[in-house]
T-cell receptor, first 114, second 112 residues
Framework: GAVVSQHPSWVICKSGTSVKIECRSLDFQATTMFWYRQFPKQSLMLMATSNEGSKATYEQGVEKDKFLINHASLTLSTLTVTSAHPEDSSFYIC??????????FGQGTRLTVV | QKEVEQDPGPLSVPEGAIVSLNCTYSNSAFQYFMWYRQYSRKGPELLMYTYSSGNKEDGRFTAQVDKSSKYISLFIRDSQPSDSATYLCAMTRSSNDYKLSFGAGTTVTVRA
């Protein structure tokens, strides 16, 4: 199957700093990628839809100035958590659409803000 | 009320048992249904994809959809310890609507 890779797998950062998470489709091109957030024992919550070459579409309640998304190429989307706070600590997962039909997920990034 | 309800478990079964998982949903617009498996600290991987009421079988896995009751199920036959994971149901409104609505996931442990 298609491979989507996230980097880093885990990161610890200090409050007030920014963290960038990368999502790469390794063996296919993806014009559309998605970013999710997952709290323990809770479902994946869609944060935003990332489209190559255009602005991301954010879900209601997601601060676009805090969660910056850039989809500069057909194989890479980045999520930057700006001015991170402890409540931003979570598991962030991306997915990429293959052929516009099936979504493949990355392995996730565990963010801990201290 | 959440759009998709799924009992988080946990569910513990002996090896070889049948695992039964289910989700209910409130939005009748959902037409496409998926089951994902997620191992600890990993991203979800697609197990089954269905769009019509009835059963779909793939090896030891059977997905069942009852749109009239807004109820979907996943059955795992002859469960193995390697099936221990969290299983998430997901659904969407149309084949080209890729914004998935997920259940909370059910954590399953298969005891050797």
């Amino acid at each position: 199957g298609a491979v989507v890779s996230q980097h880093p797998s885990w990161v610890i950062c200090k409050s007030g700093t920014s963290v960038k998470i990368e999502c790469r489709s390794l063996d296919f091109q993806a014009t559309t990628m998605f970013w999710y957030r997952q709290f323990p024992k809770q479902s994946l919550m869609l944060m935003a839809t990332s489209n190559e070459g255009s602005k991301a579409t954010y879900e209601q309640g997601v601060e676009k100035d805090k969660f910056l998304i850039n989809h500069a190429s057909l194989t890479l989307s980045t999520l930057t958590v700006t001015s991170a706070h402890p409540e931003d600590s979570s598991f962030y997962i991306c997915s990429a659409l293959l052929g516009g039909t099936e979504a493949f997920f990355g392995q996730g990034t565990r963010l801990t803000v201290v | 009320q959440k759009e998709v309800e799924q009992d988080p478990g946990p569910l513990s079964v002996p090896e070889g048992a049948i695992v039964s998982l289910n989700c209910t949903y409130s939005n009748s617009a959902f037409q496409y249904f998926m089951w994902y498996r997620q191992y600890s600290r990993k991203g979800p991987e697609l197990l089954m994809y269905t769009y019509s009421s009835g059963n779909k079988e793939d090896g030891r896995f059977t997905a069942q959809v009852d749109k009239s009751s807004k109820y979907i199920s996943l059955f795992i036959r002859d469960s193995q310890p390697s099936d221990s994971a969290t299983y998430l149901c997901a659904m969407t409104r149309s084949s080209n609507d890729y914004k998935l609505s997920f259940g909370a996931g059910t954590t399953v442990t298969v005891r050797a």
